[in-house]
């Protein structure tokens, strides 16, 4: 059953952590994204890979941090330099031949102690 | 700069009838669009896609149109039904990075 899966589904934080969000795919996708979305908005861009090793930042990258080590796996650090972090977090997946069509894991609620 | 947005907030409809869900967007480039559905603490869903060099596109029970003369692309449901309620975004693409550009989205409410 191929698809993306993200963990855990609630994330608690407490000030000055840090947490890490897990996002794993089976698409054999090239390309991965990690969105954020706020209540009643739409989806912006935290990174996004293209490929393994290689990482780029999107539009709110400050206070995130990810890595690329492999091809099925991009996490997501939420540090504690985000001072607004409580979000609707989304990974998504594309290929290389169909880049632009995204594919999105089920989300994963990070909310702040 | 360049902004993809939905005309309606929120919108309901009866049971059975056709729903119709509009979108603008600013960037006179984009060449992709897509539309996507999410339930409520779920990710978005794929509904169906469209390239600029189409004006239609159909997909079971939905249609997506757009006119690039005036930016405008819309989704259209056939016979909404309850399972059919959820925010519904659209999306755009544009350039060498092919990123999407999202709008807020547009709450669709089916009535009985």
């Known amino acids: 059953d191929g698809g993306i899966t993200q963990s855990p589904k609630y994330l608690f934080r407490k000030e000055g952590q840090n947490v890490t969000l897990s996002c794993e795919q089976n698409?054999?996708?090239?390309?991965m994204y990690w969105y954020r979305q706020d209540p009643g908005q739409g989806l912006r861009l935290i990174y996004y890979s293209q490929i393994v090793n290689d990482f780029q930042k999107g539009d709110i990258a400050e206070g995130y941090s990810v890595s690329r080590e492999k091809k099925e796996s991009f996490p997501l650090t939420v540090t504690s330099a985000q001072k607004n972090p409580t979000a609707f977090y989304l990974c998504a997946s594309s290929s290389r031949q169909g880049i632009e069509t995204q594919y999105f894991g089920p989300g994963t609620r990070l909310l702040v102690l | 700069g360049e902004s993809v947005g939905l005309h309606l907030p929120t919108l309901s409809v009866q049971e059975g009838d056709n729903s119709i869900i509009n979108c603008a967007y600013s960037?006179?480039?984009?060449?992709?669009f897509i539309w996507y559905k999410q339930e409520s603490g779920k990710g978005p869903q794929f509904i169906i896609d469209?390239?600029?060099?189409?004006d239609k596109r159909q997909g079971q029970r939905v249609t997506v149109l757009l006119n690039k003369t005036v930016k405008h692309l819309s989704l259209q449901i056939a016979a909404t039904q309850p399972g059919d309620s959820a925010v519904y975004f659209c999306a755009e693409s544009s350039g060498s990075a092919r990123q999407l550009t999202f709008g807020s989205g547009t709450q669709l409410t089916v009535l009985p």
């Open positions: 698409l054999n996708h090239d390309a």
């Open positions: 960037n006179s480039a984009s060449d992709y």
């Open positions: 469209i390239r600029s060099n189409m």
